[in-house]
């Protein structure tokens, strides 16, 4: 098991990062929490988790232990797999879904594409004594502005598996609907909230 990486970031996005370790580039799968984190640093550590199914072996990668382990209890559950854990992570901080959980919040995970109420009925259950107590974390805020933000906003939201075009519906909703500088993140966050309405 890769416990984490440490390597220059060659590369980033929303959902993914390139890091180079030696000469070898790592492809890591990483949330939008992650990603607020990493954004403006060159190089950094990455927890991770190595999923590994028949046809792939895919890294995914944490700015912290906390995130790590959620993402760990999240694929615990049955039905839930990586990429939908990917999701509730880039939707709720590790901090807000361990509060969903305690507090039995099942609408908090209905508003995550890929969450029915069954499953977040079973993320409850299965996962309350797990979560136990919390660390209150900190929530990201989100800051800066450049010209790409909007186009990668919609790549993250297309690579998270929404289509490209109610991905543009939403992203526009939210431009028109409050004019200010959006960061990558803010779109992204608001846009799952949006496109699981």
Do not use: C
Not at 4 to 16: A, V
Not at 85 to 104: D, H, K, N, R, T
Request: proline share 2%.
């Amino acid at each position: 098991m890769i416990a984490y990486i440490r390597g220059k970031f060659t590369f980033k996005s929303p959902t993914e990062v390139i890091s180079e370790v030696q000469g070898i580039g790592y492809q890591i799968h990483i949330s939008l929490n992650t990603y607020g984190q990493i954004k403006d640093k060159e190089d950094g550590l990455l927890y991770t988790h190595l999923h590994i199914k028949e046809d792939a072996h895919t890294l995914y990668g944490f700015a912290d232990r906390m995130e790590k382990q959620m993402f760990q209890h999240l694929i615990s559950v049955s039905g839930v797999g990586p990429s939908t854990a990917q999701v509730v992570l880039s939707s709720l901080s590790p901090y807000q879904v361990s509060m969903a959980i305690l507090s039995e919040d099942e609408r908090s995970f209905g508003r995550v594409k890929g969450i029915g109420p069954k499953t977040a009925k079973r993320i409850i259950i299965d996962l309350k004594d797990k979560v136990g107590k919390v660390d209150a974390g900190r929530v990201l805020t989100y800051t800066g502005q450049n010209n790409t933000n909007v186009d990668e906003a919609l790549s993250a939201l297309v690579a998270l598996g929404f289509n490209r075009t109610q991905a543009q519906k939403a992203i526009n909703e939210l431009l028109n609907k409050e004019q200010k500088d959006w960061s990558v993140e803010a779109l992204v966050k608001e846009g799952l909230r949006k496109l699981a309405q």
